[in-house]
């Protein structure tokens, strides 16, 4: 089993930056790769980046590329997001997620084998 605890989420107005953190333990070895995920109100959860424990290659979804960087922390098993120029629409519940895959290309939540509770991100205009 893998536990992920997210941190980090909170109110920012448009433009403005957060980090959040995914803090992970249990069976970290045995997992591939870390992704972040979003879901607004009414809406599907959302792929939003994810990298690679090995190399740290990452994938973007294009709707935060050049805004979001996301970094891991072999060491310390955590990885963090670093969003900046949020807008409103980045506003949602951003999930931390482990998968036992190695193809980062899998966008969808149902590839991803472990979760975390969710952070709160508001994005005011």
């Known amino acids: 089993q893998v536990q992920l605890v997210e941190s980090g989420g909170g109110l920012v107005q448009a433009g403005g930056s957060l980090r959040l953190s995914c803090a992970a333990s249990g069976r970290t070895f045995s997992t591939n790769a870390m992704g972040w995920f979003r879901q607004a109100p009414g809406k599907e959860r959302e792929f939003v980046v994810a990298?690679?424990?090995?190399?740290?290659?990452?994938l973007y979804a294009d709707s935060v590329k050049g805004r979001f960087t996301m970094s891991r922390d072999n060491a310390e098993n955590m990885v963090d997001l670093q969003m900046n120029n949020l807008k409103p629409e980045d506003t949602a519940v951003y999930y931390c997620a482990a998968t036992y895959r190695y193809d980062l290309a899998v966008r969808s939540p149902q590839g991803y084998d472990y979760w975390g509770q969710g952070t709160q991100v508001t994005v005011s205009s």
């Open positions: 990298i690679r424990w090995s190399d740290g290659s990452t």
